[in-house]
């Protein structure tokens, strides 16, 4: 047998279709909110890791607060240039909408290093000045998460939607556990999981069912 | 209780190195050879996934081999935007080396839209054609890897290292079993774990090491 028989012949466009219909078979019978479902769906394809089906939590209609900034048209702040190439652009546009990454900002380390403290949480602390309509999608960095909770509990951020997905092993569960304390609209990935994978995948997902309902 | 409490404070620098500590509190006695510690715990480190202690596969002294291909000054080709963002650029200067992605190439969408096929196989037919020592970092798309495959076995292409990692579900494990058949140094996630993230952590491990050594 030729080596390359194991490989499925398919094109290019139904690749996607294709990993969607076996996710949802190995689901199996599992029931999801309907406006949930594509975003669990996106982050398992992105991941392959069923453990998002029980991770991800919704706060405060995420969702439906989610799409209506986009459709107002609105800011994704990342905290890594990984997220940030990760946010589709040709539908970002669609929206009227852009991406934005301090995280490498000249000013952003200068200040940062100054103060003793990550990159991430002086990257927040600029993009809450922006003017404008704001989703941040944090998948790398807790003090990003920790900059955002400080700033709503102070009154001086009023985000349209947290992605909280940072991944790993110092104070990211207790980031994420502040996070849903808030009443801001919220997107969390309980427990050490997620990634500058996972906040990309979610901005898509959220933004392609806005296209689907559009 | 103040919510804040729960947060370690501990200075920006120090939240690697705790986190590695924590990893490998976690691995316990797990044994892994020299040169792989290294690259597995920092694959943990950025996905909190500990199936990569089991999943990772090092063939044909991959880890010498990038090494070497460092030493002497390479580039880096990704499939996708993320994991060519994700490599880090200051140690990659460091080792006089380059990080390249084709995938949004003009040329390359207008010869895949032609052809039928995904423009992750173009961009590596036309990452073969450069000169100089390679290695290939992919973590998104199957085609990639299997146009790899191919070019080796005509012997079109020689790389130094092959970093086969794509995650998900039509293609990836077969491709990553095309991969391990080859007489070349590869890094193999086994079955449908992977990503650009998983991609750009080994690539960033591997100089990591490096530079420990120099």
């Known amino acids: 047998m030729n080596k390359m028989d194991k490989i499925t012949i398919i094109e290019p466009k139904s690749i996607e279709t294709r990993s969607f219909e076996i996710i949802t078979e190995i689901l199996g019978d599992r029931v999801f909110p309907q406006e949930q479902q594509g975003i669990i769906k996106r982050v398992i394809h992105t991941s392959a890791d069923f453990d998002y089906a029980d991770n991800l939590v919704f706060g405060n209609d995420a969702v439906k607060a989610a799409m209506k900034a986009f459709q107002k048209g609105c800011t994704v702040y990342t905290d890594t240039r990984m997220a940030y190439s990760g946010i589709n652009q040709t539908n970002l546009a669609k929206f009227n909408s852009q991406k934005e990454c301090y995280i490498d900002h000249p000013e952003v380390a200068e200040e940062a290093k100054k103060r003793g403290v990550t990159r991430a949480t002086v990257s927040m602390e600029k993009a809450a000045k922006d003017e404008g309509h704001k989703i941040f999608a944090i998948g790398n960095a807790p003090t990003a998460l920790i900059a955002l909770y400080e700033m709503v509990k102070e009154g001086t951020l009023k985000p349209d939607l947290i992605i909280g997905v940072p991944v790993g092993f ?23 999981k997620g990634g500058s994978n996972v906040a990309a995948a979610i901005v898509n997902a959220i933004m392609l069912e806005g296209l689907k309902q559009a």
């Not at 980031?175 to 609209?185: A, F, Q, T, W």
């Open 170 to 192: 110092v104070n990211v569960v207790e980031s994420k556990e502040l996070l849903m304390e808030l009443d801001v609209p919220y997107i969390v990935a309980k427990g050490r």
